[in-house]
T-cell receptor, first 116, second 109 residues
């Protein structure tokens, strides 16, 4: 079974440009999460989808970030325009649903974003 | 202070035991986790413990939870070079996972 996949693995862009990150969750997982780790600090929650609906987007830093999950399958996270402080590693995770075992979140390898 | 705190670095000799410590602030946390990140790889769930447990053992890994002190530890017995990674302590918090900054474990020959 394929795990959570993220694309690209690394993106280098200039300040002011736009970047779109993609996440393909494990097939059948209704829950999809975005997290990011900036400057070697803690991994912070960005938002949570249940199918195509945003369940919690309290961690989104500002309106330059837009996440979508059309059709409830893969998700994209767009940063427009990118700023220097957006540099970091963006992780995606998915889980089946609620309940002890189904709450386990499986993470992708992350996308390393470098804004120059 | 931060919600989940852990030391940034730990260096141990190959074959010794590694103990990574973590403290957290929210006593209502139901699940606590240890994730491992190897270079270039994603976050791998190593183990988790439910808040009504004191200890959980899985092969070389032992997790100890002191709920009163809000202290979680991960012990890796017979540490090997393949254990070199960043270890993240985390807790479940209202439908999302709250992580610490990670402890980088390095192994000396």
């Amino acid at each position: 079974e394929a795990g959570v996949t993220q694309f690209p693995s690394h993106s280098v862009i200039e300040k002011g440009q736009t970047v779109t990150l993609r996440c393909d969750p494990i097939s059948g997982h209704d829950n999809l999460y975005w997290y990011r780790r900036v400057m070697g600090k803690e991994i912070k929650f960005l938002l949570h989808f249940v199918k195509e609906s945003k369940q919690d987007e309290s961690g989104m830093p500002n309106n330059r970030f837009l996440a979508e999950r059309t059709g409830g399958t893969y998700s994209t996270l767009k940063v427009q325009p990118a700023e220097l402080e957006d540099s970091g590693v963006y992780f995606c995770a998915s889980s089946q649903g609620t309940g002890l075992a189904k709450n386990i979140q499986y993470f992708g390898a992350g996308t390393r974003l470098s804004v120059l | 202070g931060e919600d989940v705190e852990q030391s940034l670095f730990l260096s141990v000799r190959e074959g010794d035991s590694s103990v990574i410590n973590c403290t957290y602030t929210d006593s209502s946390s139901t699940y606590l986790y240890w994730y491992k990140q190897e270079p270039g790889a994603g976050l791998q769930l190593l183990t988790y413990i439910f808040s009504n447990m004191d200890m959980k053992q899985d092969q070389r890994l032992t997790v100890l939870l002191n709920k009163k002190d809000k202290h979680l530890s991960l012990r890796i017995a017979d540490t090997q070079t393949g254990d070199s990674a960043i270890y993240f302590c985390a807790r479940w918090g209202a439908s999302k996972i709250i992580f610490g900054s990670g402890t980088r474990l390095s192994i000396r020959p």
